[in-house]
């Protein structure tokens, strides 16, 4: 009888310890759902820079690859007799292959990035919590190429505008949610293994 009553006095006190454990756990986790915005969706990017030339021609050379890297002011293509140079230092990240094709002023015959524009751009749902984040606050992301390790960032730009790419009929009566890219900028010379294109999750301190 005494074994009963002490094997029941054990059972409901690992009951009650793992109801405490639950409720602390879902209070930490809500106290830090409840000033982070979490953003799954994510990458690590920089603005393409097309090079073109001034007037139309044939495009006779190339004289970069891609993932060249490259100082301002470089020679990456001649059309006719013109050179087309970079203006600024980068990464080359697209090369036609199309020598003897004839290109115009709006056609770009190389592409590239300035590394030093790197951002990790995120997209929010309108309804997760894009109202709560503002330029400035504080984010940490990891990148998948890099497991669970953590780098900072500071939020420095929230999309005026949606991603959206048209009108979207639906016959439902539910409204289709739009989402937002959020940026954040860092320290590049700080986190040099970060490349353009890497897929990335963003946490926002919102507090």
């Given at each position: 009888?005494?074994?009963?009553?002490?094997?029941?006095?054990?059972v409901?006190?690992?009951?009650?310890?793992?109801?405490?454990?639950a409720i602390?756990?879902?209070?930490?986790?809500?106290?830090?759902?409840?000033?982070?915005?979490?953003?799954?969706?994510a990458?690590?990017?920089?603005?393409?820079?097309?090079?073109?030339p001034?007037?139309?021609?044939?495009?006779?050379?190339?004289?970069?690859?891609?993932?060249?890297?490259?100082?301002?002011?470089?020679?990456?293509?001649?059309?006719?007799?013109?050179?087309?140079?970079t203006?600024?230092?980068?990464?080359?990240?697209?090369?036609?292959?199309?020598?003897?094709?004839q290109?115009?002023?709006?056609?770009?015959?190389?592409?590239?990035?300035d590394?030093?524009?790197?951002?990790?751009?995120?997209?929010?749902?309108?309804?997760?919590?894009?109202?709560?984040?503002?330029?400035?606050?504080?984010?940490?992301f990891?990148v998948?190429?890099?497991?669970?390790?953590?780098?900072?960032?500071?939020?420095?730009?929230?999309?005026?505008?949606?991603?959206?790419?048209?009108?979207?009929?639906?016959?439902?009566?539910?409204?289709?949610?739009?989402?937002?890219d959020?940026?954040?900028?860092?320290?590049?010379?700080?986190?040099?293994?970060?490349?353009?294109?890497?897929?990335?999750?963003?946490?926002?301190?919102?507090?």
């Amino acid at each position: 009888m005494a074994k009963n009553y002490t094997r029941q006095i054990w059972v409901r006190t690992g009951i009650l310890a793992v109801v405490i454990f639950a409720i602390a756990g879902g209070i930490i986790y809500w106290m830090m759902t409840a000033h982070n915005v979490y953003i799954d969706s994510a990458s690590v990017k920089a603005p393409l820079i097309n090079l073109s030339p001034s007037a139309p021609g044939i495009l006779q050379e190339v004289y970069v690859h891609e993932g060249d890297v490259v100082n301002a002011n470089t020679p990456v293509a001649r059309v006719d007799n013109e050179l087309v140079k970079t203006k600024v230092a980068g990464v080359i990240v697209s090369v036609p292959e199309t020598i003897g094709a004839q290109v115009s002023p709006s056609a770009p015959v190389v592409t590239m990035i300035d590394p030093t524009q790197l951002r990790v751009v995120g997209e929010v749902d309108e309804n997760k919590g894009l109202d709560r984040i503002k330029v400035g606050e504080p984010a940490t992301f990891t990148v998948d190429a890099f497991g669970s390790q953590q780098f900072s960032g500071v939020i420095d730009e929230v999309a005026p505008t949606s991603n959206a790419s048209g009108v979207v009929f639906n016959i439902s009566n539910s409204r289709e949610t739009q989402q937002f890219d959020v940026k954040a900028r860092f320290d590049t010379t700080k986190y040099p293994q970060l490349e353009n294109g890497m897929s990335a999750r963003m946490w926002v301190d919102t507090n």
